[in-house]
């Protein structure tokens, strides 16, 4: 496999960043982390040469290519090309399949959890090592299981690995008590080649799902619904399926992240490939920050001229505010003018990064799912660690606004999910730069 544009995270590399003049200039957004992942899944589901375009350049996408290629399926990854917005995934899956996915490689990425779908439709049987992926408290599967249980799966769940086995699926009303991502995806992927007709009743409605159902009927697949509430998924015979070619889904956290480093520095960014209809309930809170945003059917311009506003933020299930924002949203409250309270519904336990927020002079209370955030003149540069992908994101766009140096450690856990930060924001003046650590 050519991985010469993948990522490699050096365990001694920090991102070093000094305060920043008002930002300018053009960033491109990669495609959707959370995308990606359940694509490369989903090409399980059928024999051929699968294409993904647009795929970031990320260490989860790595990651969830060693974990495809124990299983059986050859993956190459062709380097972006000139006019490409990002790397090429070519997917050969010739049916060969063991599904078998070690606890070592499914415990680094919690995504490995979306091979449950596939592989018991296609293959009647798994054992799969318990998902890893980043620590913000308990993350129960139940929902991915009872709603394959009542598909006609049977599991096992083992101290570190869940076997599961079955006929052919059945298709079945399910009813998630939570509009949950990953266990929407899994019984759509299973829903796909069951016997019968599946209704997922509160289904997740993120563009990411949409993504999903885009390449599955490309492959074949019969359904409608994607997007609302309510799915429905007419299962085809096994065997029916065929590889797609499909582009990855723009990135809405990463599109966040250049406008959050906008609100920080002041400036004015074109954010090319964002896609607003994805984003409109955080455009619309960036907006009351005190944030301008303008939107076109090829991305949208970000522009601040003012110290940010105060604002509160309850996280929700999409439409609503991502808990992924959230601690992006976190940083500008830090040094916006007021007081504003961050209420946290999908993860009790994702405050952790508050911590290293607080050792750049940050204001911040915690109190049990809230964040009281009280905004400071400046913040002050310190060295900080990354605890996980989007905390270590929003550390960086921190550091943006503090005096000094900001020095942010651990940043394996950003390159799980963001593609180039470091030269993207570079790019638009910001003085940042990537090092070896001084021993
Ligand atoms: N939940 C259950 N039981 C289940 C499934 C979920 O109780 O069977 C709970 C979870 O514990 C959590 C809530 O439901 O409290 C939301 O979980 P969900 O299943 O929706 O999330 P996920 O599929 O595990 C994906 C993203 C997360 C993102 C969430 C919410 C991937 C790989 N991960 O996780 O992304 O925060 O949806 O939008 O797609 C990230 O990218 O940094 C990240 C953590």
Redesign the pocket.
């Known amino acids: 496999m050519d991985m010469s544009e993948a990522p490699r995270s050096h365990g001694d590399e920090v991102i070093v960043v000094a305060r920043s003049g008002p930002l300018s200039g053009t960033v491109t957004v990669p495609g959707a ?2 995308s990606v ?2 694509l490369m899944a989903a090409a399980l589901l059928a024999d051929g040469t699968h294409l993904l375009t647009n795929v970031p350049v990320i260490t989860d996408v790595e990651m969830m290519a060693d974990l495809l290629r124990t299983l059986g399926v050859s993956i190459t990854v062709h380097p972006t090309g000139t006019g490409e917005t990002g790397q090429r995934l070519e997917l050969v899956n010739t049916g060969a399949i063991t599904p078998v996915a070690p606890f070592e490689q499914a415990d680094r990425i ?2 490995s959890v979306n091979l449950l779908g596939p592989l018991l439709s296609r293959f009647g049987e798994i054992e799969i090592g318990l998902p890893g ?2 620590d913000f408290g ?7 299981l009872s709603g394959l249980e009542a598909m006609g799966a049977v599991f096992e769940v083992r101290p570190d690995c869940i076997v599961g086995r079955c006929d052919r699926l059945r298709g079945a009303e399910i009813e998630f008590g ?6 929407t995806e899994n019984i759509l992927c299973a829903a796909v080649l069951a016997d019968g007709t599946t209704v997922i009743r509160n289904a ?1 409605r ?1 563009p ?1 799902i949409v993504d999903l159902c885009a390449m599955l009927r490309r492959m074949g697949a019969h359904m409608d619904g994607e997007g609302t509430s309510t799915i429905t998924v007419r299962g085809v015979v096994p065997g029916s399926l065929g590889p797609a070619r499909h582009e990855v889904v723009t990135d809405r ?1 990463q599109a966040a992240t250049y406008i959050a480093a906008v609100g920080m520095c002041g400036g004015r960014v074109r954010i090319e490939r964002a896609v607003a209809d994805h984003m409109g309930v955080m455009l619309g809170r960036f907006t009351d920050m005190g944030l301008q945003i303008d939107t076109d059917e090829a991305g949208l311009t970000a522009a601040c001229d003012r110290r940010l506003t105060s604002i509160d933020v309850a996280t929700l ?1 999409f439409p609503g505010v ?3 924002y959230k601690p992006l949203v976190v940083a500008m409250l830090s040094v916006a003018d007021g007081t504003g309270i961050v209420t946290e519904n ?2 009790p336990g994702r405050f952790r990064y508050v911590e290293e927020l607080r050792k750049l002079g940050a204001g911040i209370t915690i109190d049990g799912h809230h964040a009281v955030v009280r905004g400071v003149g400046h913040l002050t540069g310190a060295r900080v660690d990354a605890p ?3 905390a270590g994101a929003a550390l960086v766009v921190a550091g943006l606004a503090a005096s000094g140096i900001t020095e942010i450690g651990e940043i394996h856990h950003i390159d799980r ?1 963001y593609d180039d930060i470091v030269g993207r924001l570079a790019g638009l003046g910001a003085p940042i730069s990537r090092e070896s650590q001084a021993s």
């Open positions: 982390k959370n992942l359940k919690r995504a992926g980043d308990s993350r129960p599967i139940d929902m991915h939570f509009p949950s991502v990953g266990a997740a993120e990411e956290v299930p991502a808990t992924d999908l993860y996980d992908i989007r999910g």
